[in-house]
């Protein structure tokens, strides 16, 4: 009797594309943390690692809301100034108008919230270029910030107001508030984004607007309910920002969108639209705070410090633009 071997070949392991770019992120993060600690003593310090999330939770917090609109293909240029128009409302409220401290946090969230309507509304109605229209945005806030505060800080010292501070600078377990509140959030999002209708549609937009129309959504009212997302978790970025700092600074705000789309492209979304995630983005967001404290540690210049960070920017697009010709 003759025996024949039958040789089955095993299949390859196949890992999704999205996981890989989060493997990746996330391997890039601890290679940073060892560079860091290994250059210096300073770096692995309680207090430091409490400073590097505490900064992640305003850059991470804008780019949780940036993930939102670059995953339909679009981009928010507006996102940094819209924070600190919000933190601007949120001291006219508390502070001019003498409102309890809840309220000037639901004016500075409706805010953002307004400001995200208003760039959805010039994207979805008007079919201006998500580029130009935020970029108008983002000049319309830079200036209404100057305007409404006069050019001058606002600082939360009155007595009703003495409290804003621990909104995000509250400890527990020796953590600020803030920090728990942008991990919170990051839960909140990633269940919009993953178990909502709001995060279907997104998705689906940013994979074939036109295909997602044709089939009977109303892409228009949900990419202005994408903007309106954003524009609320820069609201609650700017509540952050002014708790943390105690006060209001109009002229603060800018530079800081360009830090959270590359916190949200490093994390493996991609600028063309239809794949994201906010696992990926708060990894991203994380890697960008590390850098910059880890440069500011090993006390490289502060010219230099925006070179590199320019440089990062630019390296993330460039690995979008890979992983797209590679699909």
């Not at 996981?19 to 060892?34: D, G, N, P, R």
């Not at 709001?198 to 903007?227: D, M, P, Q």
Request: glycine residues 12%; contains cysteine; aromatic residues 8%.
């Amino acid at each position: 009797m003759k025996l024949t071997e039958t040789a089955t070949a095993a299949k390859p392991v196949m890992i999704k594309p999205g996981a890989m770019q989060k493997v990746l992120a996330f391997a890039s993060l601890i290679l940073l943390i060892v560079f860091f600690t290994v250059s210096s003593e300073n770096f692995f310090r309680f207090d430091n690692i409490i400073g590097i999330l505490l900064s992640t939770a305003v850059i991470g917090v804008l780019a949780l809301g940036s993930t939102f609109v670059i995953i339909t293909g679009g981009i928010d240029l507006s996102v940094g100034t819209v924070m600190t128009f919000a933190s601007v409302m949120t001291g006219v409220v508390i502070t001019f108008w003498g409102l309890p401290i809840p309220f000037g946090i639901v004016g500075g969230i409706l805010t953002g919230a307004l400001c995200g309507f208003i760039s959805g509304w010039l994207v979805a109605k008007m079919n201006i270029p998500p580029f130009i229209a935020t970029l108008g945005m983002m000049m319309v806030t830079k200036g209404l910030s100057l305007i409404v505060s006069g050019t001058k800080p606002i600082y939360f010292t009155d007595d009703h107001a003495k409290g804003f501070t621990q909104v995000a600078m509250a400890k527990l377990l020796g953590i600020p508030l803030a920090v728990y509140i942008f991990f919170g959030l990051a839960v909140i999002a990633s269940v919009i984004l993953s178990k909502t209708i709001v995060g279907r549609y997104n998705f689906a937009i940013g994979s074939n607007e036109e295909a997602t129309r044709l089939s009977g959504v109303n892409t228009a009212y949900w990419k202005i309910v994408i903007y309106v997302i954003t524009g609320a978790f820069a609201g609650i970025a700017g509540i952050l920002m002014a708790s943390r700092l105690n006060s209001a600074q109009p002229a603060l705000g800018a530079g800081y969108e360009l830090e959270a789309i590359a916190a949200v492209v490093i994390g493996g979304t991609s600028l063309s639209g239809g794949r994201g995630s906010i696992l990926g983005t708060v990894i991203g967001a994380l890697i960008m705070s590390v850098l910059t404290n880890g440069l500011r540690i090993l006390s490289v210049p502060q010219e230099w410090q925006i070179v590199l960070v320019g440089l990062v920017v630019i390296l993330a697009v460039y690995a979008d633009i890979l992983r797209r010709r590679r699909k």
